[in-house]
């Protein structure tokens, strides 16, 4: 693990400051070391970007064990990812989002005259947003993503109902109520007692095959309701390498989106 001078962290959330970064082989990976008023730390992996939760109530040798035992376990974490699968996107002017069937291109400038932030997307591909004037560096971002992921939350909704049908009709041959993309983090799909097929917008950026077995195993819910054996037996005679996607999201599903 190579760590620059982390000891010397600083003591609030270091955006727009000097990163301190983790290299894991041969990937850098920024470090954000935030101070907050629990009296827990915390570690995350989001974004590419690894985020240190510090409670303010640690401090001295014990607030030097905490980082060196979050740094590890991402460490640890991050070896065992391979994000040349995929490619994340990147929410600021002139940034690429790239899905199954479409690269989206994002046009961000200022709104004149305006208090609310807009979008729109324009020839299918190009998301144009106009950010209300006033807002902070940090509020524009977080307006950016929101923007831009509702639109194309909206644009790939086809997508998915096409992919669920024609798995539907290959392997199940059941009735679904209604399927949407959901902003979830927490978990990559569901499907309800009433039906309804819930997929991760985050798995538009993942490989094909992961995005497919997760619609699968929604449908395969459809006519059991449980994660017994008999379960386990569609999803697998559906996709028969269904372990290997498994696999993959416990490795690299947390570095989506």
């Not at 470090?31 to 590419?48: E, F, H, P």
């Not at 007692?193 to 095959?209: G, Q, V, W």
């Not at 269904?242 to 696999?247: A, D, G, P, R």
Request: aromatic content about 12%; charged content about 25%.
């Amino acid at each position: 693990m190579a760590v620059s001078k982390f000891m010397n962290y600083p003591t609030g959330d270091s955006e727009g400051g000097h990163p301190y970064r983790l290299r894991v082989g041969c990937t850098f990976y920024d470090v954000i070391y935030q101070q907050v008023l629990r009296t827990t730390s915390s570690v995350r992996i989001r974004n590419g970007k690894v985020v240190l939760k510090l409670s303010r109530f640690a401090y001295g040798a014990k607030r030097d064990e905490i980082v060196r035992k979050f740094l590890k376990w991402a460490e640890k974490r991050l070896s065992k990812a391979s994000g040349n699968d995929f490619i994340n996107p990147v929410y600021e002017d002139g940034g690429r989002i790239v899905t199954h069937n479409k690269i989206y291109d994002l046009d961000v400038g200022a709104r004149q005259g305006g208090d609310k932030s807009k979008a729109r997307l324009k020839n299918g591909t190009l998301i144009q947003i106009r950010i209300a004037s006033g807002l902070s560096l940090s509020a524009a971002k977080k307006t950016v993503q929101n923007l831009s992921e509702k639109l194309i939350i909206k644009d790939q909704t086809s997508y998915l109902c096409e992919v669920l049908n024609e798995l539907n009709q290959l392997y199940f041959q059941e009735n679904f109520v209604n399927c949407r993309f959901k902003r979830t983090r927490s978990r990559f799909g569901s499907c309800s007692t009433k039906r309804n097929i819930n997929i991760s917008f985050r798995l538009l950026f993942a490989p094909r095959e992961i995005f497919k077995y997760v619609c699968v195993h929604e449908l395969a819910h459809l006519k059991k309701f449980n994660h017994s054996k008999e379960f386990w037996c569609l999803v697998e005679l559906a996709m028969p390498d269904y372990k290997n996607c498994e696999k993959w999201l416990k490795n690299n599903g947390f570095l989506l989106g």
